[in-house]
């Protein structure tokens, strides 16, 4: 299954990236495909925080996780490289685990 | 030069979550070889790792890979790339080479090199950023302990962070975080996030009304 995914992900992924070299130019002018392309990756990025932050499984649970988010954000506010975001969240939601003050 | 580092740090990070997330090293290391689009090998490991179905994991990569169709649009008459020279100029449309491109229009040989200079180096180093936090994160035995379930939303947020610009991008992302929010009880993993897709298609038809 993860196969599946994996490779039916990279060929949908090329496509989209190959079919831009194939369509005429004046898609481009065409304001709502400019709009949707937009759109899109921030309401699903958006989302993806939003999961992973909360869930496990269907269940919303608040753990070390939101804590390692919080640092993520004032990170990115100091202009912080995304390997700095990523290892301070991580870091975060570590330490607030071995000290036993989140799971 | 400042790319290059960015994009190696950037794949370490890919490489370690998707091992964290249950995905092999042979799957990791062949996505950003075939896929070869961050945001979009993000979110496949992502819902894959959250109990996801392996549906919804590619149709997430897909809507996010979306955006590199219209790069191509765009790069299309600079490039002006025939057979296969083609296929591999489209393997190479990402984020980073598209801006490269586009921020050397004249003369057009400048903007072409740009392009296949970015497209290629980021290629390589985000395959070698690849194996080495994918070989890394599978030597760890409980990858979990150190926090990389908390690495997974904050690698989200930053890919998030530069696209927040404007008053509608905000909205479109607070909706789009909350309606997922509302329906993770009720729908199977993955499935909320699809379902945020939607939101934009909404705001989309609104500013096109308004305008």
Known sequence: MIWFAVLAGSLGTYIAKLVGYLLPGSMLSRPDIRRITGLLPVALLAALVAVQTFAVGQTLVIDARLAGVIVAVIALLLRAPFLVVVLVAAITAALLRAAGLAT | MGIGLATGAYALSFGAISVASGLSVLQTQTLSLLMFTGASQFALVG?????????????????????????????????????????????????????????????????????????????????????????????????????????????????????????????????????????????????PVLAAGLVAFVASWLLGRRS
């Open chain 2, 47 to 191: 819902v894959l790792g959250a109990g996801g179905g392996a549906i919804a994991a590619v149709v997430t990569a897909w809507l996010l890979g979306a955006r590199n169709g219209l790069y191509a649009l765009s790069l299309a008459p600079i490039l002006d790339v025939r057979g296969l020279r083609r296929l591999g100029a489209a393997q190479m449309t990402i984020d980073e080479s598209t801006a490269m491109a586009l921020a050397h229009p004249e003369p057009v040989q400048a903007a072409r090199h740009a392009f296949w200079m970015t497209g290629l180096s980021v290629f390589v180093l985000w395959n070698i950023g690849t194996a080495i936090g994918a070989l890394g994160a599978a030597a760890i035995d409980d990858p979990s302990s150190l926090g990389l379930d908390a690495a997974i939303p904050a690698g989200f947020i930053a890919l998030l962070w530069p696209r927040l610009v404007g008053r509608s991008m905000w909205a479109v992302a607070i909706a789009g975080a909350v309606l997922a929010l509302v329906l993770t009880p009720v729908l199977r993993p993955g499935l």
